[in-house]
């Protein structure tokens, strides 16, 4: 069963780089019918796709915070990682790893999440 | 960008009863790449249903979804008190990917 375990730091200081990592075991990463992706929620509102990435290393970026955004992927390791630069308060939010289905091009549906990663942004 | 609005924001229901929430796109969905998702409070998203009315693996079928172009919608027939959660919609037909602000179900 697909397993996708999250982690990093819980607190960042405004202006800093976020990072995270999700590793993936119970399954494969070097599959081209999927993507992986990092999707955000802040405490109490919506979902925010963030970007998504193969496991050739081609991305996409959600362009309100494209500038701001890397995501890489280890397929030895299993791990795909999230950097968000210069972060303010408004980046605050519980971020999730999850398993894209591509089903339209480079396009689909999440269909497994991780449990989640609260990261906060504070002095 | 296509802006994904459900109504309502919230409903509250008795077990029993059904739902219908609502997804209106501001543009027409690709070939109707739309899904669903519950979450239930302190967990992650679970995946319902892809395609408009596709279900995912393991989800009951008195979960169901209907729609075409802009308007879609999801219907929980006989509420049961484990499906109170929010419910988003999420578009896949172009990016930037793009979820609805959620509707969320009660149980009275």
């Known amino acids: 069963q697909l397993q996708l375990q999250e982690s990093g730091p819980g607190l960042v200081k405004p202006s800093e780089t976020l990072s995270l990592a999700c590793t993936v075991s119970?399954?494969?990463?070097?599959?081209?019918?999927?993507?992986w992706a990092w999707i955000r929620q802040p405490p109490g509102k919506g979902l925010e796709w963030t970007g998504s990435?193969?496991?050739?290393?081609?991305?996409y970026y959600n362009p309100s915070l494209k500038s701001r955004v890397t995501i890489s992927v280890d397929t030895s390791e299993k791990q795909i990682s999230l950097k968000v630069s210069s972060v303010t308060a408004a980046d605050t939010a519980v971020y999730y790893c999850?398993?894209?289905?591509?089903?339209?091009?480079?396009?689909?549906?999440?269909?497994?999440w991780g449990r989640g990663a609260l990261v906060t942004v504070s002095s | 960008e296509i802006v994904l609005t459900q109504s309502p924001g919230t409903l509250s229901l008795s077990p029993g009863e059904g739902a219908t929430l609502s997804c209106r796109a501001s543009q027409s969905v690709l070939s109707n790449y739309l899904a669903w998702y519950q979450q239930k409070p302190g967990q992650p998203p679970r995946f319902l249903i892809y395609g408009v009315s596709t279900r995912a693996a393991g989800v009951p079928d008195r979960f169901s979804g209907s729609g075409s172009g802009t308007d879609f919608t999801l219907t929980i027939s006989r509420l049961e008190p484990e499906d109170c959660a929010v419910y988003y919609c999420?578009?896949?037909?172009?990016?930037?990917?793009?979820f609805g602000q959620g509707t969320k179900v009660e149980i009275k």
């Open positions: 119970g399954g494969a990463i070097s599959s081209d019918s999927y993507f």
């Open positions: 999850a398993r894209l289905r591509r089903f339209h091009g480079d396009y689909g549906y999440f269909d497994n």
């Open positions: 990435i193969h496991y050739s290393g081609r991305t």
């Open positions: 999420q578009q896949y037909g172009g990016s930037p990917l793009t």
